[in-house]
């Protein structure tokens, strides 16, 4: 028996500043981003041991852009349970493992949060740069208004600011 994989009905990039992810909509209106697309927007993460961890399970199920020790803290249960499981769908070039664009965000608040703990290696700290240029670039197409120190390099808001 053959497993079917939702169909791309869509596809394209996401583009946000210099970086790009491809993306797609399935069938049933889900939209999701390609797993090496993330991996690679935010990387570059330690190429074939980190990857070589992930699919031997050393990463605790967590994909490869945020299986690392220190992060760990910092992914709650339910990003990590959403994470264990890719989207595999069908695209242009075949079977392509996704994951749910809703997570993106949740994705950058991890490096983003670890920075802020000074939990992050001095080899991470570009990682967490494009998680914010990722943020800040969701904040300006949403026009959520969001407040002026949330697209500067500090997490935590100034006092008395909005």
């Known amino acids: 028996m053959t497993t079917k994989f939702p169909k791309a ?16 909509v399935l069938e049933d209106g889900m939209r999701v981003l390609s797993h090496r697309g993330v991996a690679k927007a ?8 980190a990857y070589k961890r992930a699919k031997t399970g ?7 852009f945020l299986n690392q020790a220190n992060l760990k803290p910092f992914v709650n249960n339910e990003l990590a349970v959403e994470l264990q499981s890719p989207v ?11 994951i749910d664009a809703k997570l993106l ?5 991890v490096w983003l949060a670890a920075r802020q703990a000074n939990a992050l ?28 120190w949330w697209l500067t390099s500090q997490r935590s808001a100034p006092s008395g600011s909005t």
């Open 9 to 24: 009905t869509h596809t394209g990039n996401l583009e946000i500043g210099e970086l790009i992810i491809p993306s797609a």
């Open 42 to 49: 935010l990387g570059p993460i330690r190429g074939g041991y």
């Open 58 to 64: 050393g990463g605790a199920d967590l994909p490869v």
């Open 88 to 98: 595999i769908f069908r695209g242009e070039g075949g079977k392509t493992n996704g």
């Open 105 to 109: 965000p949740k994705i950058c608040d």
């Open 121 to 148: 290696r001095p080899n991470q700290l570009h990682i967490a740069e494009k998680a914010r240029i990722l943020l800040g670039g969701f904040a300006v197409r949403l026009g959520s208004g969001c407040p002026r």
